[in-house]
């Protein structure tokens, strides 16, 4: 995405959050000391030590209610609905997609800011914030080309030298800034690979540096009732007695494609470049469910080979096995690779929707192109929200015994995709930020997975 040089409030999502601006630009610096500089008669002071978790709760307190989340580098929602579904609700939220942002609105009743992220944190973002105090929670997924596995193939963002990749610094302005309780920052795995260590080593000690308990991990997202094997590094911090724990999960049922979007085959309009070109068209249906181009190869016995071993990369004719998860589905459609649907077409938005974990009912785009971009650069909704009531289980705000509704319902092995989905909350301004959507206890943990 380009930058932008304008900001623009997109949608205040019912509720109005203009306010006075304290702790404006010092010294070059995002204003520090959010909670202390939003109460009046109170100066900023970005010396002075940081509060613990209790403290500030108790600051808040004082002013007659706790903060709610900030959500940057939001893009179309999907941290944002997942901690929803955990019970934190967001309070804003900006990335420099607008279209993103509307969508984001539209769905989750959520006031948004479109603009360059260091930008807005200059003074828009934090006049908006007004005399919230700090949040209770930070959230964001800076774009991660630089670190993805596609990028790994550009010389530029292999060798890290992408200048996006100096969004995880503009995310740690947004941790000084602010000073939120707890944060959640989700990224591609690639970001802990050899060739970019450099970054997390220096994300972490900062954050260490600022006062937080640091965990992470690369997470599956159909270990979490997704039907998709989405792989996805999560660092979260706390001011705590005890860091999150992010391994030790319950245990969720494997859901199948077909178990997403199978009820969709005859449900959802065509779209017109769901068939493949001339080329390969006729290649596609001889793949087998689960395969790609490999079938094609002396690897497998084809005679005589079509492609060579390895030759091609590896989504290259790939086929959905509508029995197993999906395959990360990328956010970029390129025309013959896929995952493709086993009825031999690329994927329609709302089935790539529900292979997120998406609701039927959550906005997006009537452009297919920027629809595609936004959901499959999206967090799966059931993945953040699991994290989320992780972090907010360390910060006291939860119950340990306790799940939120929705993926309660997803433990259950013979809910259907619709069951599931029904019970995401709904956007709702009046909710109060307290309220606990959990239900049920929790399953039975699995053995806890290796961190990184």
Same mark, same amino acid.
């Given at each position: 995405?380009?930058?932008?040089?304008?900001?623009?409030?997109?949608?205040? *999502?019912?509720?109005?959050?203009?306010?006075? =601006?304290?702790?404006?630009?010092?010294?070059?610096?995002?204003?520090?000391?959010?909670?202390?500089?939003?109460?009046?008669?109170?100066?900023?002071?970005?010396?002075?030590?940081?509060?613990?978790?209790?403290?500030?709760?108790?600051?808040?307190?004082?002013? +007659?209610?706790?903060? +709610? *989340?900030?959500?940057?580098?939001?893009?179309?929602?999907?941290?944002?609905? *997942?901690?929803?579904?955990?019970?934190?609700?967001?309070?804003? &939220?900006?990335?420099?997609?607008?279209?993103?942002?509307?969508?984001?609105?539209?769905?989750?009743?959520?006031?948004?800011?479109?603009?360059?992220?260091?930008?807005?944190?200059?003074?828009?973002?934090?006049?908006?914030? *007004?005399?919230?105090?700090?949040?209770?929670?930070?959230?964001?997924?800076?774009?991660?080309?630089?670190?993805?596995?596609?990028?790994?193939?550009?010389?530029?963002?292999?060798?890290?030298?992408?200048?996006?990749?100096?969004?995880?610094?503009?995310?740690?302005?947004?941790?000084?800034?602010?000073?939120?309780?707890?944060?959640?920052?989700?990224?591609?795995?690639?970001?802990?690979?050899?060739? /970019?260590?450099?970054?997390?080593? /220096?994300?972490?000690?900062?954050? /260490?540096?600022?006062?937080?308990?640091?965990?992470?991990?690369?997470?599956?997202? =159909?270990?979490?009732?997704?039907?998709?094997?989405?792989?996805?590094?999560?660092?979260?911090?706390?001011?705590?007695?005890?860091?999150?724990?992010?391994?030790?999960?319950?245990?969720?049922?494997?859901?199948?494609?077909?178990?997403?979007?199978?009820?969709?085959?005859?449900?959802?309009?065509?779209?017109?470049?769901?068939?493949?070109?001339?080329?390969?068209?006729?290649?596609?249906?001889?793949?087998?469910?689960?395969?790609?181009?490999? /079938?094609?190869? #002396? $690897?497998?016995?084809? #005679?005589?080979?079509?492609?060579?071993?390895?030759?091609?990369?590896?989504?290259?004719?790939?086929?959905?096995?509508?029995?197993?998860?999906?395959?990360?589905?990328?956010?970029?459609?390129?025309?013959?690779? +896929?995952?493709? $649907?086993?009825?031999?077409?690329?994927?329609?938005?709302?089935?790539?929707?529900?292979?997120?974990?998406?609701?039927?009912?959550?906005?997006?785009?009537?452009?297919?192109?920027?629809?595609?971009?936004?959901? +499959?650069?999206?967090?799966?909704?059931?993945?953040?929200?699991?994290?989320?009531?992780?972090?907010?289980?360390?910060?006291?705000?939860?119950?340990?015994?306790?799940?939120?509704? &929705?993926?309660?319902?997803?433990?259950k092995p013979h809910a259907s995709f619709e069951e599931v989905s029904a019970a995401y909350p709904r956007p709702s301004r009046e909710m109060h930020k307290s309220e606990n959507p959990s239900a049920g206890r929790l399953p039975e943990p699995?053995?806890?997975?290796?961190?990184?």
């Open positions: 995405m380009g930058s932008r040089s304008a900001w623009s409030l997109i949608s205040t *999502g019912g509720e109005g959050l203009a306010g006075e =601006s304290y702790g404006g630009a010092r010294d070059g610096r995002p204003g520090a000391r959010i909670a202390a500089a939003a109460r009046p008669g109170r100066t900023a002071n970005p010396a002075s030590p940081m509060l613990t978790a209790d403290q500030k709760s108790g600051e808040l307190a004082q002013m +007659g209610a706790r903060a +709610g *989340g900030l959500s940057v580098f939001s893009g179309v929602g999907g941290l944002d609905l *997942g901690a929803r579904i955990a019970g934190l609700e967001i309070e804003l &939220a900006t990335d420099q997609d607008a279209e993103a942002l509307s969508m984001l609105a539209a769905a989750g009743g959520i006031a948004t800011l479109a603009g360059n992220i260091d930008e807005v944190l200059a003074g828009p973002l934090i006049r908006l914030w *007004g005399n919230r105090g700090s949040p209770r929670c930070l959230i964001g997924g800076p774009p991660c080309t630089p670190f993805s596995h596609a990028g790994f193939w550009l010389e530029d963002k292999r060798t890290g030298k992408d200048p996006a990749g100096s969004l995880l610094t503009s995310y740690l302005r947004c941790l000084e800034a602010f000073e939120p309780d707890a944060f959640v920052l989700e990224n591609v795995p690639g970001l802990a690979f050899k060739t /970019h260590d450099r970054f997390l080593k /220096h994300l972490i000690e900062k954050v /260490h540096g600022l006062g937080y308990r640091v965990t992470r991990e690369i997470l599956r997202a =159909s270990d979490f009732g997704v039907a998709q094997a989405r792989r996805r590094l999560f660092i979260v911090g706390v001011r705590s007695k005890s860091p999150v724990s992010l391994s030790g999960w319950p245990s969720w049922p494997v859901r199948t494609s077909r178990w997403a979007i199978g009820a969709l085959e005859e449900g959802t309009e065509s779209e017109p470049d769901e068939q493949l070109r001339e080329k390969y068209r006729d290649l596609l249906p001889l793949v087998p469910a689960g395969g790609n181009y490999l /079938h094609f190869t #002396d $690897h497998n016995g084809y #005679d005589p080979p079509l492609f060579k071993y390895r030759g091609r990369y590896w989504s290259f004719l790939l086929k959905l096995d509508p029995e197993k998860p999906a395959p990360t589905v990328p956010a970029q459609r390129i025309t013959y690779n +896929g995952p493709f $649907h086993w009825s031999n077409r690329h994927l329609r938005v709302r089935e790539i929707a529900r292979l997120q974990s998406f609701p039927d009912w959550y906005a997006v785009s009537p452009d297919v192109s920027i629809a595609r971009r936004q959901l +499959g650069n999206a967090v799966p909704p059931l993945l953040a929200a699991a994290v989320v009531w992780r972090v907010r289980q360390a910060l006291g705000d939860v119950g340990t015994e306790t799940w939120p509704a &929705a993926l309660d319902e997803a433990a699995t053995p806890a997975r290796s961190s990184l």
